[in-house]
Each structure stands twice: as C-alpha cells, then as structure tokens.
C-alpha cells in the first residue's frame, strides 16, 4: 500500500558551535508550528518521520526527536558551549598535562563535550536514555577508524537501540584533531558488530570519529533509509516502527535540511591554498581549515544530489551565508562570537520567512505535496533555500 501523505525527514548538519545555526532556525520553524495548531505542548520531533544529524547535528537530532523544545537546544549551545569548547588557556593547560608520547593532542580533552551529553540524555527517572527510548526514528552518522568503514546508527536497530544516546553523540562528534576519538566499549554494539562479521580490535573497543567523515549533511543517509525500509522494514518491534510505514515514492519524500552556516570571511586564497602545510591546513587558530574544506565539500555534494533526486518543492535547505562579524570557527564558543552569530541568524530568518512558513504548511499537512505531472513534462515550483 502506497502512503497517502509525505514522509518528512529532518536532517541536521555537523559543525560543531554553530550547530547554534540549526537550533535557531528550528526555533523559528517550531514557532510557526505553534502558531499554525496552538497547542503548548507542541514540539517540532512531532511533525517528522525520520530525524538524521550528523556531529553536533547528531546531538540537535537526538534532542528533537526526544521532544526537546528548539528553544531549550538554543539555549544549550549559548549557556553550556563554553564548557565543550574551553577558553585558550584552560586548553593550553590541558594539552600540557596530556603530553605522553609527544607534543601532538587533540584541542579538548572531550571530558566537558561528555559531561554535557550525559546530563542532556537522561530520562524522567535521571537514568541515561537510550537510543531506542527516541520516539521518532533516528539516524546518527560516525566513521570506524580501525575498520576505516562508515558506522550508521539507527535506533531501528534492536542492538544499537541499546546504547545510550550520550555515547552514540559522542561517537559522531568526534572531530579530528579537536576531540580524542571515542572508544566504543558498548557490549551491544560489539555484538552489532560481531553479527556483522566486522572486525573487533584486541583491546576491545572501537574507536570512532566524527561522522563529517561519512556524511557531513546526512539528508541522503536518511532518504536511502527511508527508501530502503520499502523492501526490508526495520525489525525493532516498536509501535512507531511496525504501523504506518506503507511503500513510499521519491516524490513523497519531504527533506529539511538545516546547515551551520558557510563562513565567507575566511576564504582561503591562491597565496594560501599554494603555499599552506600541514601546520597551517590543521591550525587550531586558524580554525582547523582541513575539517572545514573537507566537510564543506561533503555537504555541497549531498544538497547537489538531493537537489536531482527530490521534487524541488519538497527539498528545503537552509544554509546562511555568515559575515565577518558572525563568522565563528566551529570549535570556539566564544561569547561574543556567538551571540553575533545569534544575532546574524535572527536576520537570516526573517530573510526565508516564506521559505518557512511553506515547509511548516508541508509538515502540517495530511496529504503528499506533489507536483502535477503534465503529458510532457514535470514542472514542480522550487522553494529551495540556501
């Protein structure tokens, strides 16, 4: 049986503080969600089927679809930002005290990223919530450095659903060069592992980094997901799983996609991208430039081919061009810089107003947005924001 209404996926873009972009632009969406059915207990993980995130995307992911108000998510990255990314001396310092087989370490020792996770993802009780507790699908990228394969969680999983949500953020959002790699210990997730027929290491754990690596804008993993659940559905015996999952088009998918914003103040020029090594490419002062060009480079990919694949109405990307003044690298939370940022993003909001108020009328809506399918031609009226 065909789905009579579209399967609306949030994906969420890693980038580590200005993932402070996506929180403020779901606030604005949550907002005219509230206003269009004005109830208080309206949250913005209720209007979609599948959330997918990626780095600090994954973290915005995990609070969306466990019905943490964007507001809340906001107010995360401007209150707590400091404390996963630390002021310069308190780094200077702990990179000294974590010196044992040469100069080389990553930027933060990851102990404030895992404080924050660990009291953001608990549950009512103040257990720590895991990954099959999310009331909505989610998909969270990360990349297997032993194996150096892709690792894709799904709480559709009944192993991965298992794990914890804190520790499947703290997989993803392990930049290189900023944050020690995660070490994933977790017995399900070993025999996740094991039953894929993937090698285990001999100390036992799996290290995993950053899912920028595998999908910095992780929309595509959640379309071939939702595509393929057409012919293999999830085994995770959950009600929101096994009800309501009826074969579904290309044509019925529905995608808002939300980026960190694209810096245009530290283009990097001919001089530079000729002459620059090593220490320039990773420089921590620079912003990490390396992880930067890499990742950006993975995200226009994936908005091109999403752009081919979707009917245009229902691709909705939203991507704010940052000034001097707003431009933050991504592991820098300083106060100034973000409340710049904040500031830079409230105007962008207003400038894709239409943008927004059209995607909250999509996600309201009961039946498919679908284009009419002339004798000749298909000539859908594009919304896409960038």
Known sequence: MKANKPFRILALDGGGIRGLVSAILLECLEKKLQELEPKPEVRLGDYFDA??????????????????????????????????????????????????????????????????????????FGEQLLFEDLPKPTIITSYDTYARQAVVFKNTEPLLGKIPVWEICRSSAAAPVAFPAYEMKNEHFLEYYKAKGYEIPQAGGIPLIDGGVVANAPALCAIAERLHWNLYPPTNPKKWITEGYEWVEIKDIVVASFGTGQPIARGIGIEQARGWGAAEWASPFKGIPIIDILFDGSTDATDYIAQQILWKENYFRFQPLLDKASSIPAFNANPGKLYALKNRVEVYCKEVDEQLNNLAKILTSETSNQAVVGEENVTPLSVYSC
């Open 51 to 124: 959330i997918a995130g990626t780095s600090t995307g994954s973290i915005i992911a995990c609070g969306v679809a466990n019905r943490i108000s964007a507001s809340e998510i906001k107010d995360l990255y401007l209150n707590r930002g400091i404390e996963i990314f630390p002021k310069f001396w308190n780094v200077i310092r702990g990179m000294i005290g974590r010196i044992t087989n040469g100069f080389s370490q990553p930027i933060y020792d990851g102990i404030g990223l895992e404080t924050v996770l660990q009291d953001v993802f608990r549950n009512q």
